[in-house]
């Protein structure tokens, strides 16, 4: 069968036509396969969707590269997560992160009896003499027999402390502060003498009097508190409302309730409600909110 010249004319026509547009489509496919981050229009490019693909498929890849540094933002799991000594120790005994504070600030200072005051006949550097009960809110300097003595640096959170326990209705009376090494030596000696005994322990081996260098009243940072009514400190003084708001609030001012009796096995000082220590309230609150008597909560600090 045999077509006219026209006719082959225009079937060669169209045979060069469709071939151009063929190497049209398959050069404009090469391009875009080069180019990764540019191939959503590919896949109506219908002929090459075998080279379509690929595109598609580094696309796929690329798209979390570019999305990776918004996912990076999330800083705040490295920073969340424990890097510091002490919130790995705490968070292997179930703790939450300790304050960031350094162990080592003057209100951190550990004194027992195993740990005896530095220098042995440390004094603080001003003491501040205070009311007894309460009545002034005076800080005064000038030696006064009749005030209670403590470490300056603790005087207004303790006398915030004693006005807001009076303002619930309850009495106060400070009955023991600071005592230089001489006085500890005679305090020592009077309770020993006492109770028969030379080491200061009671028969469970815990401690009812410190030996001079290993009280905490040397470093002015404590203070026994009990109500006008109980000067004499014993284990009746527990009942006192007036020791028992302490306990509850002595945080909010930056005190610990520095021997519980739940604790003497650590401390290996008998149970004292009527003690209490100036550590600062960010270390008051995370003792308290987490049952750490000041050995534990120091410990978590050190460094072996
Ligand atoms: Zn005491």
């Given at each position: 069968?045999?077509?006219?010249r026209p006719v082959r004319l225009i079937f060669g026509i169209?045979?060069?036509?469709?071939?151009?547009?063929?190497?049209?489509?398959?050069?404009?496919?090469?391009?875009?396969?080069?180019?990764?981050?540019?191939?959503?229009?590919?896949?109506?490019?219908?002929?090459?969707?075998?080279?379509?693909?690929?595109?598609?498929?580094?696309?796929?890849?690329?798209?979390?590269?570019?999305?990776?540094?918004?996912?990076?933002?999330?800083?705040?799991?490295?920073?969340?997560?424990?890097?510091?000594?002490?919130?790995?120790?705490?968070?292997?005994?179930?703790?939450?992160?300790?304050?960031?504070?350094?162990?080592?600030?003057?209100?951190?200072?550990?004194?027992?009896?195993?740990?005896?005051?530095?220098?042995?006949?440390?004094?603080?550097?001003?003491?501040?003499?205070?009311?007894m009960v309460g009545d002034d809110t005076d800080i005064r300097?000038?030696?006064?027999?009749?005030?209670?003595?403590?470490?300056?640096?603790?005087?207004?959170?303790?006398?915030?402390?004693?006005?807001?326990?009076?303002?619930?209705?309850?009495?106060?009376?400070?009955?023991?502060?600071?005592?230089?090494?001489?006085?500890?030596?005679?305090?020592?000696d009077r309770v020993c003498a006492n109770n028969g005994i030379?080491?200061?322990?009671?028969?469970?081996?815990?401690?009812?009097?410190?030996?001079?260098?290993?009280?905490?009243?040397?470093?002015?940072?404590?203070?026994?508190?009990?109500?006008?009514?109980?000067?004499?400190?014993?284990?009746?003084?527990?009942?006192?409302?007036?020791?028992?708001?302490?306990?509850?609030?002595?945080?909010?001012?930056?005190?610990?309730?520095?021997?519980?009796?739940?604790?003497?096995?650590?401390?290996?000082?008998?149970?004292?409600?009527?003690?209490?220590?100036?550590?600062?309230?960010?270390?008051?609150?995370?003792?308290?909110?987490?049952?750490?008597?000041?050995?534990?909560?120091?410990?978590?600090?050190?460094?072996?």
């Amino acid at each position: 069968m045999r077509y006219s010249r026209p006719v082959r004319l225009i079937f060669g026509i169209v045979i060069l036509i469709a071939f151009g547009w063929y190497m049209a489509q398959w050069m404009t496919n090469s391009v875009m396969s080069n180019d990764v981050g540019r191939t959503e229009q590919s896949p109506a490019a219908a002929a090459p969707a075998v080279q379509a693909a690929p595109a598609a498929e580094t696309t796929i890849e690329a798209t979390p590269v570019e999305a990776a540094p918004v996912e990076a933002s999330p800083v705040p799991s490295p920073t969340s997560a424990p890097t510091r000594p002490e919130e790995l120790k705490a968070a292997a005994l179930g703790l939450p992160a300790p304050p960031a504070i350094n162990i080592h600030d003057w209100q951190y200072v550990l004194v027992n009896g195993d740990h005896p005051i530095e220098p042995l006949y440390y004094q603080p550097e001003t003491l501040a003499y205070l009311n007894m009960v309460g009545d002034d809110t005076d800080i005064r300097t000038d030696y006064d027999p009749n005030r209670q003595m403590v470490d300056i640096s603790i005087a207004q959170p303790l006398i915030d402390m004693v006005q807001g326990c009076r303002a619930a209705g309850l009495p106060v009376y400070l009955s023991s502060g600071f005592r230089d090494y001489g006085s500890q030596q005679a305090n020592f000696d009077r309770v020993c003498a006492n109770n028969g005994i030379s080491d200061g322990k009671n028969a469970e081996g815990n401690y009812i009097t410190m030996p001079a260098g290993c009280s905490e009243h040397q470093t002015g940072l404590c203070i026994d508190i009990t109500d006008v009514y109980h000067e004499i400190k014993n284990d009746s003084i527990a009942e006192v409302p007036t020791v028992q708001w302490l306990a509850q609030h002595c945080a909010e001012y930056g005190f610990i309730l520095r021997f519980p009796t739940e604790k003497r096995g650590i401390t290996h000082v008998m149970g004292e409600s009527w003690h209490f220590r100036y550590v600062g309230q960010e270390a008051a609150r995370y003792m308290t909110d987490n049952n750490l008597c000041l050995e534990e909560f120091v410990d978590l600090y050190s460094e072996v």
